[in-house]
């Protein structure tokens, strides 16, 4: 946190979505309500192997809504995390999204046809409702 305002404007600081990696929900990283001053991509686990449903159809939309819906100061504006990544009210500006995903060299990318269902979500802040249910 201690450098935060401190990058070059062409800089995007890569969070991974938790502080524990291989878990399938915890809260979002603290990082991101403590660099308001810092463009933030926000890194998903889209993996299979990763979400433990390596074995069985997952698609990760639902997971991704509560992450992007998640706020990190509870009740204040602009403060969920697709309003960070996005740089709204930010003069840092916008940051990105970017995912770890399991990829191989099967004809269809995955070895599942419906595998890599997480990485071609129609995805952008603001369309988070439209994953709830």
Same mark, same amino acid.
């Given at each position: 946190?201690?450098?935060?305002? *401190? #990058?070059?404007?062409?800089? @995007?600081?890569? @969070?991974? +979505? !938790? ?12 990082? #991101?309500?403590?660099? &308001?001053?810092? %463009? ?21 939309? &639902?997971?991704?809504? %509560?992450?992007? *819906?998640?706020?990190?100061? &509870?009740?204040?504006? $602009?403060? +969920? @995390?697709?309003? @960070?990544?996005? =740089?709204?009210? %930010?003069? $840092?500006?916008? /940051? ?7 990829? $191989?060299?099967? +004809?269809?990318? #995955? /070895?599942?046809?419906?595998? =890599? ?6 995805? !952008?802040? /603001?369309?988070? !409702? %439209?994953? *709830?249910?």
């Amino acid at each position: 946190m201690h450098l935060d305002g *401190q #990058f070059a404007k062409n800089v @995007i600081l890569q @969070i991974k +979505r !938790s502080a524990t990696d291989f878990q399938m929900w915890e809260p979002p990283h603290a990082l #991101f309500a403590h660099m &308001p001053n810092t %463009r933030l991509a926000l890194e998903f686990d889209l993996a299979h192997e990763y979400t433990g449903h390596d074995l069985h159809l997952a698609w990760e939309g &639902p997971y991704m809504a %509560r992450v992007w *819906q998640f706020e990190t100061v &509870p009740g204040a504006p $602009c403060k +969920r @995390i697709a309003d @960070i990544v996005a =740089g709204t009210d %930010r003069s $840092c500006g916008a /940051g990105a999204v970017t995912a770890v995903a399991g990829t $191989c060299d099967a +004809r269809n990318w #995955f /070895g599942h046809l419906l595998a =890599g269902a997480g990485l071609f979500c129609p995805w !952008s802040p /603001g369309m988070e !409702s %439209r994953y *709830q249910g």
